[in-house]
T-cell receptor, first 110, second 110 residues
Framework: EADIYQTPRYLVIGTGKKITLECSQT?????MYWYQQDPGMELHLIHY???????EKGDLSSESTVSRIRTEHFPLTLESARPSHTSQYLC?????????FGPGTRLTVL | QKEVEQDPGPLSVPEGAIVSLNCTYS??????FMWYRQYSRKGPELLMYTYSSGNKEDGRFTAQVDKSSKYISLFIRDSQPSDSATYLC??????????FGPGTSLSVIP
């Protein structure tokens, strides 16, 4: 089983708050991804990284930002949370084409 | 038209049934095809990975790819209640990112 860790698992927060969703991995993957998933909908790629100091925006426009200062960590930050950010956020690391997913963070913005 | 189409279900079958899950796609450049299984409140996990037309078998699971018809399938034999989950198809070109289908929700009734 791939070791992709995400914290917190669940988060309920008020509008306007700054939040950081943590993602860490122990497998040394260079490639890491953040996806947004709503019920019954496909995963939408919002950010990805191919290595330290490399970050790119994905296909889905997002007001979040990411950083990749260390291989192991790929945190996602929302500077000012809004109800439209309510969703499940999935982090993944990749070896070749195979992506290993974390358990996800379910975010609710009131 | 979305690049990857998948019937969202829900699909409900009795234990022991053969399950057929399907995806169609529009991009003829897709070369790599994957099936992920996602349990409720968990991240997706890779079930099958293939890059050629034809069948690939792994235990009770068979992945089938028909590139001429742009159609892929996942068959589950002797389905079990533990197979109840959402099944996501995914695919990619040789150089681009993975595109996921919206998933089919499957319930196997004891």
């Amino acid at each position: 089983e791939a070791d992709i860790y995400q914290t917190p698992r669940y988060l309920v927060i008020g509008t306007g708050k700054k939040i950081t969703l943590e993602c860490s991995q122990t497998m040394g993957h260079d490639k890491m991804y953040w996806y947004q998933q709503d019920p019954g909908m496909e995963l939408h790629l919002i950010h990805y990284s191919y290595g330290v100091n490399s970050t790119e925006k994905g296909d889905l426009s997002s007001e979040s930002t990411v950083s990749r200062i260390r291989t192991e960590h790929f945190p996602l930050t929302l500077e000012s949370a809004r109800p439209s950010h309510t969703s499940q956020y999935l982090c993944a690391g990749a070896a070749g084409d195979e992506q290993f997913f974390g358990p996800g963070t379910r975010l609710t913005v009131l | 038209q979305k690049e990857v189409e998948q019937d969202p279900g829900p699909l409900s079958v009795p234990e022991g049934a053969i399950v057929s899950l399907n995806c169609t796609y529009s991009n003829s450049a897709f070369q790599y095809f994957m099936w992920y299984r996602q349990y409720s409140r968990k991240g997706p996990e890779l079930l099958m990975y293939t890059y050629s037309s034809g069948n690939k078998e792994d235990g009770r699971f068979t992945a089938q790819v028909d590139k001429s018809s742009k159609y892929i399938s996942l068959f589950i034999r002797d389905s079990q209640p533990s197979d109840s989950a959402t099944y996501l198809c995914a695919m990619k070109t040789s150089y681009d990112k993975v595109i996921f289908g919206p998933g089919t929700s499957l319930s196997v009734i004891p």
